[in-house]
């Protein structure tokens, strides 16, 4: 039997999965992606180790990059140095006709959780991802939403605040300038209430997004206005999201997504307050996505099942 591999790319390693016919990862492998080697370098190197896992039928890549419109070259993948890239032209000079299918990191993560995590069993699922930045995926009857040119989907990088806080991308007022783990340090750096700042250097002295949560668990009263402010702004983003798409179910992924009651309680009353038509339609559920970094792995694998 033909093996189903994925690739998840990161910008320090490579994690590569052989996924069985029922959705679940049988061999893994990790590959450093080394700096200060060339792009064409660093593919020789992952088709080596693709290759080593056995009989290779399909290869999926999970890559953090936008793809530009109507084809699978990478535009710029940063943490990699990676720009205007075609990783299947590349990988064909080692694979040969084995083939490949591309897509955005965060929307194979999307495609795992719908085929074997919490997304399994529905055919709208929206995913985001809570980690450095905010990423996300959309899967609408069955099908990744990857938008008219192939660029969407990015829910990150949505405004939810005129001339708000700047973003990395250049703008200002982004949900992920809002709702990213980044966004919970800065607001942590930046306190200069007594009470947080020693709870900071009680600890280490280095802010991190799950320290806030910590904070709030212990009653402090300033880590609970940063946590209110947070969660407010991803309830905007949800919000306006559900309002437009209208998935049957709502995926949290990243770290921040571990929190628990103190995120997901005040989340889901939040709704009310966002999402159009919620005394009538209701919202989608709202829960955790559960396969980690698994997920990457699993929906690179199966991309070729979602893609149009």
Known sequence: MKLRVGVDLGGMSAKLGVVNENNEIVAHKVIPTEHGITFEETIAKLAEGILSLGDVG???????????????????????????????????KHLGDIPV???????????????????????SVLMLTLGTGVGGGFI????????????????????IQVDGVPCTCGKKGCLESYASASAIIRELSNSEVPSLKAF?????????????????RQGNTAAQDILDNYVKALAVGIGS???ILRPQIVLLGGGVSAAGDLLY????????????????????????????????????????????
């Open 200 to 216: 900071i250097a009680e600890n280490g002295g280095k802010p991190t997004a799950r320290m806030l949560f910590d904070a709030v």
């Open 101 to 123: 299918y591309v897509a955005n990191d965060a929307d194979s993560a999307t495609v795992g959780e719908y085929f074997q995590g919490a997304g399994r069993g529905y055919q």
């Open 241 to 243: 999201l559900v309002t």
């Open 265 to 308: 309680r005040p989340l889901r009353a939040m709704m009310k307050d966002t999402v159009f038509g919620y005394d009538v339609i209701g919202c989608p559920e709202i829960v955790p996505a559960t396969l980690g970094n698994d997920a990457g792995i699993i929906g690179a694998a199966m991309l070729d099942h979602v893609l149009l």
């Open 140 to 159: 609408y009857n069955g099908h990744l939403y990857r938008g008219g040119n192939g660029c969407g989907f990015e829910p990150g990088h949505m405004t």
């Open 58 to 92: 399909i290869v999926g890549f999970g890559v953090p990059s936008s793809l530009m419109p109507g084809s699978d070259i990478v535009i710029y993948a940063n943490n990699l140095g990676w720009k205007n890239k075609d990783i299947k032209a590349e990988l064909a």
